[in-house]
């Protein structure tokens, strides 16, 4: 009996969880990585990126929009 009362509470909690989950900014972007070459790029590290890695990452868009610095703010 106490197992079902548990089960029944883990149940509510998620479905709970689950609801806020899908309206988080997180959730509404479709995936981590932009596409394979992003992926493989992150997976190998950042810190021996080529004239090539470049190239990719600015025709295919991997770090979105940019953001102008200002100073002061």
């Given amino acids: 009996m106490k197992k079902l009362i548990v089960l029944i509470f883990m149940v509510l909690f998620l479905a709970s ?18 596409n394979w ?20 990452s600015m025709d295919q868009q991997w770090w979105g929009i940019d953001v102008p610095y200002v100073p002061g703010q």
């Avoid at 969880?17 to 959730?27: D, G, I, M, R, T």
């Avoid at 070459?37 to 990719?56: C, I, N, R, W, Y």
């Fill in 17 to 34: 969880c689950s609801q806020h989950f899908s309206k988080s900014e997180f959730a509404q972007h479709d995936t981590m990585y932009r």
């Fill in 37 to 56: 070459d992003h992926m493989k790029f992150s997976l190998a590290g950042p810190d021996v990126a080529t004239s090539q890695d470049v190239e990719k």
